[in-house]
């Protein structure tokens, strides 16, 4: 079933088939890490160094596929064509065995190359930068992913048990030495349809950059904290850089999305539908902190918007916005056979907003329909987090924020979301909710990091 699935996918949805592929040996291949990587020279092979540093049995199995990528000139700069120019010339004379040439590879670049050279690690990459391979003038990391997860479809082995699989990385982002086996293990133990990687930003040396990403990633535990406790199902991390999936659930849902950014969000709200995600937290992936404008927003656009300092960044959703949500899909739960109308009528106890919201987006005619087609609990409620997915369910949260429930500083939500869910924290540490020094901060992140907090 699964290879007719595959034949379907390849022919009607794919987007490969027109950049070239170099590789070396790409037999008996169960897994593959596929890292989009435009104008990365100087990062990218300190990520293959640190892939390279997994075991060897594993790196016999996998492959990682880089896919060199840009969008034609003038949407590209000279100096990011060029960039990638080097970066595969370099990453050709690696699969044929060679070190780079000097004019093209400093010594840093040369000494890491050395290091992997010495490990099994399979490599291969995807042109999508030459002339006449670029992407298209709208695309984007989204594009770039689709291409190489389309292409690990085909580098798979059919005739290797088990499930295959896809991970996706960044061309600046470190593994642990146990990533592959960690990812591996899960895979075959749990059999999810895909998973998310546990990961910590790198903090970097300077106090004003390493304010910036600890600010963002608690913003980015926080969310997913409150989701977790509200009982949603979408309470998993979004980053492009900690996505896994089998081969099978790629194409089940039609693969990566072609955005310039959010494809990961997009991609994983998918996933999430076809069952639950798992959660890896026994390896970990180390993204950048580093400032960037290529994309509208993510990590790198969050860090200039932080240096820039128009926005107050210390500002986050109020919890009462996940107390809303909480209590919908509690009510929601206790009930699931209950007509549209009932439901939405209910809603107006809970949140006027809500039920603004719900009618706003036609609730009771959509689940009238659904209820039409099976009353089964369990398939109404399959059903009814299909439609109220994560996507909406940050819709509604936004629209919480802009009206009920302005977004407040982001300790003292901490604080409130911590006592609703009794999670304990160092004594003190939250007493002053606005004035915390970088140290305490990064005191806060690290209990976040470390704690298997949405279970509570």
């Given at each position: 079933m699964y290879s007719s699935h595959l034949d379907k996918y390849l022919q009607r949805y794919s987007v490969y088939k027109s950049y070239p592929l170099y590789a070396g040996e790409v037999a008996d291949l169960d897994q593959i890490v596929v890292i989009p990587a435009l104008a990365e020279k100087d990062a990218l092979f300190h990520t293959l160094?640190?892939?390279?540093?997994?075991?060897?049995?594993?790196?016999?199995?996998?492959?990682?596929?880089?896919?060199?990528?840009?969008?034609?000139?003038?949407?590209?700069?000279?100096?990011?064509?060029?960039?990638?120019?080097?970066?595969?010339?370099?990453?050709?004379?690696?699969?044929?065995?060679?070190?780079?040439?000097?004019?093209?590879?400093?010594?840093?670049?040369?000494?890491?190359?050395?290091?992997?050279?010495?490990?099994?690690?399979?490599?291969?990459?995807?042109?999508?930068?030459?002339?006449?391979?670029?992407?298209?003038?709208?695309?984007?990391?989204?594009?770039?992913?689709?291409?190489?997860?389309?292409?690990?479809?085909?580098?798979?082995?059919?005739?290797?048990?088990?499930?295959?699989?896809?991970?996706?990385?960044?061309?600046?982002?470190?593994?642990?030495?146990?990533?592959?086996?960690?990812l591996r293990n899960h895979f075959e133990r749990f059999s999810p349809?895909?998973?998310?990687?546990?990961?910590?930003?790198?903090?970097?040396?300077?106090?004003?950059?390493?304010?910036?990403?600890?600010?963002?990633?608690?913003f980015l535990r926080y969310y997913v904290l409150g989701l977790g406790w509200a009982g949603s199902p979408y309470a998993f991390h979004t980053i492009g850089s900690t996505m896994a999936c089998t081969a099978a659930a790629y194409t089940a849902v039609r693969g990566m999305p072609c955005r310039q950014a959010g494809e990961d969000f997009y991609f994983m709200n998918k996933l999430a539908k076809l069952a639950s995600l798992g959660h890896i937290s026994d390896t970990t992936v180390y993204p950048s902190a580093r400032p960037s404008g290529r994309v509208p927003f993510g990590t790198g656009?969050?860090?200039?918007?932080?240096?820039?300092?128009?926005?107050?960044?210390?500002?986050?959703?109020?919890?009462?916005?996940?107390?809303?949500?909480?209590?919908?899909?509690?009510?929601?739960?206790?009930?699931?056979?209950s007509s549209g109308n009932d439901l939405l009528a209910r809603t107006a106890a809970i949140s006027p907003q809500l039920h603004s919201f719900l009618d706003c987006h036609e609730f009771a005619a959509v689940w009238e329909r659904i209820r039409g087609a099976n009353r089964r609990h369990e398939y109404l409620t399959r059903q009814f987090h299909g439609w109220f997915d994560g996507f909406k369910t940050l819709k509604l949260i936004?629209?919480?924020?802009?009206?009920?429930?302005?977004?407040?500083?982001?300790?003292?939500?901490?604080?409130?979301?911590?006592?609703?869910?009794?999670?304990?924290i160092a004594a003190g540490i939250l007493a002053d909710t606005e004035c915390l020094t970088l140290d305490e901060q990064m005191i806060i992140l690290d209990f976040l990091r470390r704690g298997n907090l949405t279970d509570r």
């Open positions: 160094a640190s892939l390279a540093r997994n075991g060897e049995d594993e790196l016999k199995h996998s492959l990682v596929l880089c896919v060199i990528n840009n969008r034609p000139s003038p949407f590209a700069t000279t100096e990011d064509i060029l960039n990638n120019l080097e970066t595969m010339m370099i990453m050709k004379d690696m699969i044929k065995g060679d070190l780079p040439d000097h004019r093209l590879a400093d010594k840093n670049i040369i000494a890491l190359v050395k290091e992997i050279k010495e490990r099994p690690l399979r490599l291969a990459f995807i042109d999508a930068s030459s002339p006449g391979h670029e992407l298209p003038a709208k695309g984007g990391v989204g594009h770039a992913r689709k291409i190489g997860m389309d292409r690990a479809l085909t580098l798979l082995d059919p005739q290797h048990h088990g499930k295959k699989r896809i991970f996706c990385l960044d061309a600046d982002t470190l593994v642990d030495s146990n990533y592959l086996s960690s349809p895909g998973a998310v990687v546990a990961f910590s930003h790198r903090i970097p040396e300077d106090r004003r950059l390493a304010a910036g990403i600890c600010c963002y990633e608690i656009r969050r860090m200039l918007r932080f240096l820039e300092g128009a926005h107050e960044e210390n500002l986050i959703y109020d919890p009462r916005v996940f107390s809303v949500l909480k209590a919908w899909l509690e009510e929601f739960a206790r009930e699931p056979g936004h629209e919480l924020s802009a009206d009920a429930f302005p977004p407040i500083h982001m300790f003292k939500a901490l604080k409130i979301l911590f006592h609703q869910m009794n999670i304990p």
